[in-house]
């Protein structure tokens, strides 16, 4: 059964902080990974990953594939609170347009 | 540029009851989704649209059921509402594989919460 498995479930740190969260997977014909970011409402698409090794960035984010070792880590720098959201990687199936999400990591910034 | 619209936002059904969720985007989006959030549990996909007329189940689709008449509007149906529905549900839309996807495969509306009494 394909799954993807996300750590820590939860994270608190400090402003100005940099965190980094992982994503694990089992996954039979595997199309591509993607990141959300989830604060309130709808989940808002980061990043999508296909190939290993290169990395994607945006601003103080960044994310990287490793097909090999079958995870993903997706890093964020100099934290700030409106960062503060839940997590969600998820994967999608060559020949599909389905997503499996993993739980998501709730990551909290204090000031 | 209202892109996918979920009705209602909120709802408290009583146990037995049934309703229908309403999903609307203005994309011109083949693909449509149906997902549930729960605490802990990520998002899980309920059932799935890939053309106007059909319809295919996901991971979790027993309880429900969906129709998508119109390439616009996907709708989900609870027949018998049980305590056990009680989550967050959204609505989500996609081009096809292959097609226009490399910027936002998919795009989620902004969820209906709905409470099971």
């Known amino acids: 059964e394909d799954k993807v498995v996300q750590s820590p479930l939860s994270l608190v740190v400090h402003e100005g902080d940099t965190v980094t969260l992982n994503c694990s997977y089992e996954v039979t014909n595997f199309r591509s990974l993607l990141w959300y970011k989830q604060e309130k409402k709808a989940p808002t698409f980061l990043f999508m990953l296909t190939s290993s090794g290169i990395e994607k960035k945006s601003g103080r984010l960044s994310s990287i594939l490793d097909k090999k070792e079958l995870f993903s880590i997706l890093n964020i720098t100099a934290t700030q609170t409106g960062d503060s959201a839940i997590y969600l990687c998820?994967?999608?199936?060559?020949?599909?347009?389905?997503?499996?999400f993993g739980q998501g990591t709730r990551l909290t910034i204090n000031p | 540029n209202a892109g996918v619209t979920q009705t209602p936002k909120f709802r408290v059904l009583k146990t037995g009851q049934s309703m229908t969720l309403l999903c609307a985007q203005d994309m011109n989006h083949e693909y449509m989704y149906w997902y549930r959030q729960d605490p802990g549990m990520g998002l899980r996909l309920i059932h799935y649209?890939?053309?106007?007329?059909?319809?295919a189940k996901g991971e979790v689709p027993d309880g429900y059921n969906v129709s998508r008449l119109k390439k616009q509007n996907f709708l989900l149906g609870l027949e018998s509402a049980a305590p056990s529905q009680t989550s967050v549900y959204f609505c989500a839309s996609s081009y096809p594989p292959g097609q226009g996807d490399s910027n936002q495969p998919q795009h989620f509306g902004d969820g209906t919460r709905l409470s099971i009494l």
């Open positions: 649209s890939v053309g106007e007329g059909t319809t």
């Open positions: 998820a994967f999608r199936i060559q020949g599909a347009q389905k997503l499996v």
